[in-house]
């Protein structure tokens, strides 16, 4: 394994930035974006795989199988970068896919099946707003009218940003037929301190859950601070508080540790010291490996909102963004890569991501599975996210055997 060479190009690849070292952001369809494509696209070309691309951006690398026939399997993620974030987010799955596909050439396999190694477009919400964009139009949970219902802050719509940086024609053409592939399988940082905890170098995924994300307004009354006296208060920002409160006992209700919550955006109007709130907009986001329980909690957070909103005189409206399906694992790619780990001496546990990922949503399209490699502090999503060369090593070891099994089957 090259430990050195995916090293520098994930070092170089960090370069690519519109913030200082050590912070990374790489915004989609940004300048900075395509020239991290570019840099990718030319690794790939000189390990002699076909490129393609599609009309949202989403890349692929095709090493071909000695039967084109069959399905390929794949492996991938994504390079995209919220602002001021880390450098091994995703980048690890797409760096370390194509040092794994390296390795298999290097060693002269030959496989039955062909294995692609996708770049996913905007798996960050940064620009658009939503998540895991190009795997959603890949799996047709997304369809083309996005394209024009879809803006960025700069006033852009997807339709748009995605033409000016080059990818034309329609978003129908995304979507992919399932069966396409026979396996999906993707390498990621843990994003969690699980591993580290228990000083192992890599974790199977078994489940992925699924965030619900819900917009709420609270309209109230608003006032001067000193004049309007609090028998008479219809506050926006306390009933926005009590929901918000609501939302942490609901999740804890369940007694469940896969469930959670979180009230990530508060703004509230006027936002006066001496004004009385009399709107206040809330984010929030709920998520679980089960669904149902999921669900369940949505149900008792709206119920909560009706009982707040009648004892404090105010209105929400509660509209739910979007409420994806929760992912598990297939049973015959959890036991290849499992098999790999062993047969590599390399310590792993099984685990449940709680972060969710583009393999989500490849779930409609083939069976799936992940990989973890640990990271330090189970940081990720700013500057000092790290894991090391050798556990990335070790990660992208274990998936070239795991490719191979898969390929050859």
């Given at each position: 394994?090259?430990?050195?060479?995916?090293?520098l190009?994930?070092?170089?690849?960090?370069?690519?930035?519109?913030?200082?070292?050590?912070?990374?952001?790489?915004?989609?369809?940004?300048?900075?974006?395509?020239?991290?494509?570019?840099?990718?696209?030319?690794?790939?070309?000189?390990?002699?795989?076909?490129?393609?691309e599609?009309?949202?951006?989403?890349?692929?690398?095709r090493?071909?199988?000695?039967?084109?026939?069959?399905?390929?399997?794949?492996?991938?993620?994504?390079?995209?970068?919220?602002?001021?974030?880390g450098?091994?987010?995703g980048?690890?799955?797409?760096?370390?896919?194509?040092?794994?596909?390296?390795?298999?050439?290097?060693?002269?396999m030959?496989?039955?099946?062909?294995?692609?190694?996708?770049?996913?477009?905007?798996?960050?919400?940064?620009?658009?707003?939503i998540?895991?964009?190009?795997?959603?139009?890949?799996?047709?949970?997304?369809d083309?009218?996005?394209?024009?219902?879809l803006?960025?802050?700069?006033?852009?719509?997807?339709?748009?940003?995605?033409?000016?940086?080059?990818?034309?024609?329609?978003?129908?053409?995304?979507?992919?037929?399932?069966?396409?592939?026979?396996?999906?399988?993707?390498?990621?940082?843990?994003q969690?301190?699980?591993?580290e905890?228990?000083?192992?170098?890599?974790?199977?995924?078994?489940a992925?859950?699924?965030?619900?994300?819900?917009?709420?307004?609270?309209?109230?009354?608003?006032?001067?601070?000193g004049?309007?006296?609090?028998?008479?208060?219809?506050d926006?920002f306390?009933?926005?508080?009590?929901?918000?409160?609501?939302?942490e006992?609901?999740?804890?209700?369940?007694?469940v540790i896969d469930?959670?919550?979180?009230?990530?955006?508060?703004?509230?109007?006027?936002?006066?010291?001496?004004?009385?709130?009399s709107?206040?907009?809330?984010?929030i986001?709920?998520?679980?490996?089960?669904?149902a329980?999921?669900?369940?909690v949505i149900e008792?957070?709206?119920?909560?909102?009706v009982?707040?909103?009648?004892?404090?005189g105010?209105?929400?409206?509660i509209?739910?963004?979007?409420?994806?399906a929760?992912?598990?694992?297939a049973?015959?790619?959890?036991?290849a890569?499992?098999?790999?780990?062993?047969?590599?001496?390399?310590?792993?546990?099984?685990?449940v991501?709680?972060?969710?990922?583009?393999?989500?949503?490849m779930?409609?399209?083939?069976?799936?599975?992940?990989?973890?490699i640990?990271?330090?502090?189970?940081?990720?999503?700013?500057?000092?996210?790290?894991?090391s060369?050798?556990d990335?090593?070790a990660?992208?070891?274990v998936?070239?055997?795991?490719l191979?099994?898969?390929?050859?089957?």
């Open positions: 394994m090259s430990t050195s060479q995916l090293t190009e994930l070092e170089r690849l960090a370069k690519f930035s519109d913030t200082p070292a050590p912070s990374v952001t790489r915004v989609v369809y940004s300048p900075t974006d395509m020239q991290a494509r570019e840099y990718f696209k030319g690794l790939c070309l000189a390990a002699g795989l076909e490129i393609r599609d009309a949202a951006g989403n890349t692929f690398a090493w071909p199988g000695t039967e084109p026939d069959l399905p390929a399997v794949a492996t991938g993620s994504h390079i995209d970068a919220i602002p001021h974030a450098a091994y987010d980048t690890v799955g797409v760096f370390g896919g194509l040092e794994a596909i390296r390795l298999l050439q290097r060693q002269g030959r496989c039955k099946r062909a294995i692609e190694l996708i770049l996913f477009t905007s798996e960050e919400p940064t620009r658009f707003g998540g895991c964009l190009g795997s959603r139009l890949l799996a047709g949970v997304l083309a009218s996005a394209g024009a219902k803006r960025g802050k700069d006033g852009l719509t997807l339709d748009e940003a995605r033409q000016a940086a080059g990818f034309t024609g329609t978003l129908e053409s995304v979507r992919l037929n399932p069966g396409v592939y026979s396996a999906f399988v993707e390498l990621h940082i843990e969690g301190p699980l591993l905890q228990e000083d192992l170098p890599l974790g199977v995924v078994t992925i859950a699924a965030p619900a994300s819900l917009r709420v307004q609270v309209d109230g009354e608003g006032g001067h601070a004049a309007f006296l609090m028998p008479h208060r219809h926006a306390l009933a926005a508080a009590e929901l918000a409160l609501a939302v006992s609901s999740v804890k209700a369940t007694g469930t959670v919550g979180t009230t990530g955006v508060c703004d509230v109007f006027p936002g006066a010291v001496n004004s009385v709130p709107r206040t907009r809330l984010e986001d709920i998520r679980d490996i089960d669904g329980r999921r669900d369940q008792n957070v709206r119920a909560a909102s009982e707040i909103a009648a004892r404090r105010v209105r929400f409206t509209e739910t963004v979007n409420a994806d929760p992912a598990t694992c049973p015959e790619i959890v036991e890569l499992s098999n790999a780990c062993e047969q590599a001496a390399l310590p792993y546990r099984k685990m991501s709680r972060a969710y990922h583009d393999s989500l949503f779930a409609q399209l083939a069976p799936v599975a992940m990989l973890f640990r990271c330090k502090g189970g940081y990720s999503h700013r500057p000092d996210e790290y894991s060369p050798v990335i090593a990660g992208s070891k998936l070239a055997a795991t191979a099994d898969l390929a050859l089957r």
